[in-house]
């Protein structure tokens, strides 16, 4: 499964973004799809995931900022990106994962920088 990511980009605070991320699967025939962001010398972290049954599960820091949806026609997820604030500032990465049998499948990172 190929993972391709795109969107990122320059914005200043308090702007917006919409990350997609392109699956070469359907989308639906994973467990999990989500989004997690690295910035430079800390550690991978979630910032959103959704079900298949559309649970979603967000990072308390993006709550209320952040929207993930997917379109399964498509099979793309996107992760959209409003009031951004400067620590903000990471590379994307998008995932797919199935548990049985366990899979996971990343996205090559889309930069997103939020600066004045």
């Known amino acids: 499964v190929q993972l391709q990511a795109s969107g990122g980009g320059l914005v200043q605070p308090g702007g917006s973004l919409r990350l997609s991320c392109a699956a070469s699967a359907s989308i639906l025939s994973f467990n999990v799809m989500g989004w997690y962001r690295q910035s430079p010398g800390k550690q991978r972290e979630l910032v959103a995931d959704?079900?298949?049954?559309?649970?979603?599960n967000l990072v308390d820091s993006v709550k209320g900022r952040f929207t993930i949806s997917r379109d399964s026609a498509k099979n793309t997820v996107y992760l959209q990106m409003n009031s951004l604030k400067p620590e903000d500032t990471a590379v994307y990465y998008c995932?797919?994962?199935?548990?049985?049998?366990?899979?996971?499948?990343w996205g090559q990172g889309t930069l997103v920088t939020v600066s004045s």
């Open positions: 995932n797919v994962r199935l548990f049985v049998p366990y899979a996971d499948y």
């Open positions: 959704m079900s298949t049954t559309r649970t979603v």
